[in-house]
């Protein structure tokens, strides 16, 4: 069965950093894109970053550029969200997200383009 398993979320205080990771199984999405979604409580679920494996684009939501960085081993079918200067709004879950086949620049923020989820993993950004 295919998942996506995401790690290294945690209580962190406002100006702090965690590193996130996703590693998918069961298929490979080496050739396709992996991607970070958060929720926070009451909100819907958006974008956060991803990142195309054949040409190695990366995307960020315009409120974590700067700050945050995804990056990952292709070879290992795992992503890495690093988030630094962590605010108390990144509260939220954040989800692992993946596509067997590439996603175009257009639509890399859009929930539908993603065919496989993780279970997500809580982060809390003391304010």
């Known amino acids: 069965q295919v998942q996506l398993v995401e790690s290294g979320g945690g209580l962190v205080k406002a100006g702090g950093s965690l590193r996130l990771s996703c590693a998918a199984s069961g298929r490979t999405f080496s050739a396709g894109t992996m991607g970070w979604f958060r929720q926070a409580p009451g909100k819907e679920r958006e974008a956060v970053a991803a990142l195309r494996w054949g040409d190695r684009y990366r995307y960020y939501a315009d409120d974590v550029k700067g700050r945050f960085t995804i990056s990952g081993n292709n070879a290992k079918d795992t992503v890495y969200l690093q988030m630094d200067s962590l605010k108390a709004e990144d509260t939220a879950v954040y989800y692992c997200?993946?596509?067997?086949?590439?996603?175009?620049?257009?639509?890399?923020?859009?929930?539908?383009?993603?065919?496989?989820w993780g279970q997500g993993t809580q982060v809390t950004v003391a304010s």
């Open positions: 997200a993946g596509k067997p086949a590439g996603v175009i620049k257009s639509s890399w923020h859009m929930e539908g383009r993603y065919n496989y």
